[in-house]
């Protein structure tokens, strides 16, 4: 939710920022949340939503997936800080006077009943009603002689293609596993070697395959998981070898992306850097399920360097989100009704939307008001030939963005487009960067970012030359310039 307003003035434009004096204040730290457990309830309230059988069942699948989601980079980010506040043995504690290794604790203390409870809401209330709506996920083992065929034959043909076995052995160490990957764990042995320790193979669950593999069936719909299938041809993959175990795991590591901004000669190069980095930060969390046994759990843990407490064990599916493919069905009544968001009727007409903001300023409350004129005020200005410029900041925006197009075309045009693209959005740096330099081929001066702040917020201005006289248009907002997260 956000406002947005977008209005015009004559007036020189002050481009100095205030200062504000403030004043410390003590307080005691009885009288303080902490950060990462205020964080874990409000995470819990997004599981709630889940829990609510008010809802319809797809949205609490998609409000279970929002809560994983969350809790991924939740220890991406907030969990691996702690560790590595703890690792170095800063003597640092938070404001509400706790230690980061008695944090870490708390978390894993508050986070496990969630996790549960997680699990106990997809095991016994979601999937049941899923599969009264027609809508089943099978276990492998569930599935008749024909359906196995099917999925059999799906395997061969599709999957064991992209599928590389790495074992361990002395010229072979531990593989690298990415950050949330699904994988497989197998202990095989070789036919002479029965008395010998098994011997370790790692599988990663292909992400170019879907997760949920369909199988056909007169009515409704049905899935088996990937990772099933692929177990229950486990022995393709290792000829001549025995199979003992096979289990799914999936680790987490650090993301945070650490830059020293007063050091760094090139921001844009700077953070380059770190994301080919980010790829291999540590580990800080290992999930697997119910199933494995002690000694391969005991065994991942030790390669990836982690504590017993830093794993979690699940009784059901790993990676809930895979499950959001569900909610591409044509299944209406497990959804909500659509909203359609209101257009102000000041813009209801075809009117030209800056002879609208010369007369008023018009105020939008996202999401109940559309987003549609903001991105038609940024497409408007970039054809009309009144407007000189454009200046915009850039925080998040959409895969296929009309205000990143807009502006493009603008450029070309030849207006003059300036445009802050904030290089530091957490996990969006990647994909900005790209933005920026699609922008820069086209002429768009593209600025990175101020030093030692973060830009997060919907700043938009044009500069349009009327009777003689420039006048400027402006739109402010907070947010993100996102058309598909303001619905």
Known sequence: MGTSEISTTALPVQTTIPKIKTNSLLLETNLLFNRELSWIEFNRRVLEEALDRRRPLLERVKFLAIFSTNLDEFFMIRVSGLKQQMEAEVPIVSPDGVSPAEQLQDISKKLRPLTELL???????????????????????????SERTEMNSYFHEKIFPVLTPLAVDPS?????????????????????????????????????VPRLLPITVSSGHKFV?????????????????????????RTTRNAEIEIEEDEADDLLKTVEQQLRQRRFGSCVRLEVDTTMPPVMVNYLRREIDLEETD??????????????????????????????????????????????????????????DSFAPVVDFIQVAAVDPKVLAIKQTLYRTSGDSPIVSALIAASEAGKQVAVIVELKARFDEENNIIWARK???????????????KTHCKVALVVRQEEGTIRRYVHLGTGNYNPTTAK
């Open 172 to 208: 072979h160490p531990f593989p690298y596993i990415s950050n949330l990957s699904l994988n497989l764990a197998v202990f095989v042995v070789g036919p002479d070697d029965e008395e010998l320790p098994p011997r370790f193979a790692r599988i990663k669950v292909p992400p170019v």
């Open 225 to 249: 998981l990937l990772e099933q299938v692929i177990a229950a041809n486990i022995n393709s993959l290792f000829p001549e070898m025995n199979v003992i175990a096979c289990h799914p795991f």
């Open 439 to 453: 922008m820069e081929r086209s002429g768009v001066h593209v600025v990175y970012g101020l030093l030692g702040v």
């Open 119 to 145: 699990m106990s809401c997809l095991r016994e209330q979601i999937l049941p009603e899923l599969e009264q709506a027609g809508i089943r996920i099978s276990h492998y083992q569930q599935l008749n002689s």
């Open 311 to 368: 794993v979690f064990t699940f009784d059901g599916l790993l990676h809930v989100p895979d499950l959001m493919g569900l909610y591409k069905l044509d299944y209406p009544s497990l959804k909500e009704r659509g909203f359609t968001p209101a257009i102000p009727s000041v813009l209801a007409n075809e009117e030209n939307i800056f002879e609208v903001v010369r007369r008023q300023d018009v105020l939008l409350h996202h999401p109940y």
